[in-house]
């Protein structure tokens, strides 16, 4: 069934209907109410300027299991929208203004086995977010606003394959544990456009992929200056970087130091 309107009246028997409507704004819990919609298991609302989604909205659809929200204005996500979460496991909620994954946004959602946020505007992702989400295969969060995410979160995507490229990752010092993290997903083969999940931060490791940077270390400080040297500069703090193996079979073992030196006279 394809809708250029929201209808007061839904005919039974569709297994797909898909919304051409636009400045919706919220979704009520009565706006979907029908008894005639218990047999569609595909939904698309596309584009069409939804802010909001009431409890209970998609109740009715009771065999619900893919549904696409992208291009609109949704800040938040709740399992709550849908009479049977457990059911749904395709969700789509790419392009709209999420901040924040918390801990209860996917509980009940537990056999999704895609879920696409990318071009959000996601900065935090809680570490138990994905605890019980054994059979999401794919999750993509590209291009948000996150620049590191608790080693926690990575670790509990035991199978899944994951997109976090185009976000601006700070590498410096004490993203070590992240570091890590990211990097035994790709060597599992399971970080997409590896490539492309790049440092933004600090600026000397720009363009880097963040699971092929080293963890940083502080270069003991300096003993007393003698008498010839207590007009000179002398380094107070540096740290070094050295880069890990790219994680390539056959791939040239390599090292490279940077060395930042702050100067106090």
């Known amino acids: 069934m394809i809708c ?20 919706v ?52 996500i709740k399992s709550n929208w849908f009479g049977r979460p457990a059911v749904l496991r395709e969700l789509s909620l790419s392009e709209n203004q999420i901040e924040v994954v918390n801990e209860s946004s996917l509980d009940g959602l537990i056999n999704l086995t ?34 590191r995410v608790l080693p926690q979160f990575l670790r509990s995507l035991r199978s899944t394959r994951i997109r976090l490229d185009g976000n601006p990752w700070d590498c410096s010092c004490g993203a070590e544990d992240f570091v890590a993290a ?27 992929p963040v699971w092929n940077v080293s963890v940083c270390t502080t270069l003991p400080t300096p003993g007393p200056p003698s008498v010839s040297q207590s007009d000179q500069p002398k380094p107070t703090d540096a740290l070094v970087t050295v880069p890990a193996s790219s994680g390539t079979s056959g791939s040239a073992n390599f090292l490279e130091t940077f060395l930042i030196i702050s100067l106090k006279k």
């Not at 039974?12 to 919304?19: A, E, K």
């Not at 596309?46 to 696409?68: K, P, R, Y």
């Not at 946020?117 to 809680?126: F, H, Q, Y």
Request: aromatic share 6%.
């Open 4 to 23: 250029r309107d929201i209808p007061s009246y839904f005919s039974p028997g569709y297994s797909t209907l898909v919304m051409y409507v636009s400045n």
């Open 25 to 76: 704004g919220e979704i009520n819990s009565t706006v979907f109410r029908s008894s005639s919609l218990a047999s569609v298991t595909r939904l698309r609302i596309d584009g069409a300027g939804v802010t909001g989604i009431a409890e209970g909205a998609f109740g009715s659809f009771q065999n619900l299991t893919s549904a696409s929200l992208e291009k609109n204005a949704i800040r938040e």
């Open 114 to 147: 895609k879920l696409r946020l990318s071009k959000n505007r996601i900065r935090a992702i809680d570490p138990n977010s994905f605890r019980s989400h054994t059979n999401l295969a794919e999750l993509d969060l590209s291009e948000n606003r996150m620049t």
């Open 182 to 208: 990211l990097k035994e997903l790709q060597s599992r083969s399971l970080l997409d456009r590896q490539m492309e999940v790049t440092c933004e931060s600090p600026p000397f490791l720009r363009g880097r």
